[in-house]
């Protein structure tokens, strides 16, 4: 993970699940419907939703009708949650030197970094899949910079002009 931005596999990870967040509970989506909706390479959204599955973020089925669910509500999904399961513990390695910056082995920017990774970690323990579904539906997903794209409107579905546009 870089200093303060998520790696794309991370990213990625982040994109998926907002996105399956988004659709009705119990509808499952698979990965090609989830890969062309965000714009995610379709043969590495599964080497990210892999790890996913494995730790019980994500419930996944196989078949014709299968596909991938959250396996939690969105408001019991952080953000740290999904950033552990994919890059691990974040933010752990020393700004300067080359370990991990910990009380033994201080670096001189040591007790500037500390106070700002545990607010750092603590805004992504705190914010959740469900709190990204908000800021969406508030308008933060119409930006054409956010990443995360709408969901495919249902057939038979009426756009009433002046809305979701």
Known sequence: MSLLTFSRPCSYAVRALTYLALQPVGKL???REIAESQGIPHAFLGKVLLPLCRE???RSRKGISGGYELALPPQQIN???IVRV???EPWKDCLLEDHE?????????HSC???VREMLLAYLERTTLAD???????GGGAR???GIKPAPKPAGTVQIKGQGE
Do not use: M, N, T
């Open 29 to 31: 989506s698979g990965a």
């Open 56 to 58: 019980h973020v994500l």
């Open 79 to 81: 953000l740290l949650a």
């Open 86 to 88: 994919i890059e691990g």
């Open 101 to 109: 910056c910990s009380k033994p082995r201080q670096c001189l920017l």
């Open 113 to 115: 970094w500390s106070p």
């Open 132 to 138: 990204l579904v908000k800021l969406y539906q508030a």
């Open 144 to 146: 054409a910079d956010s």
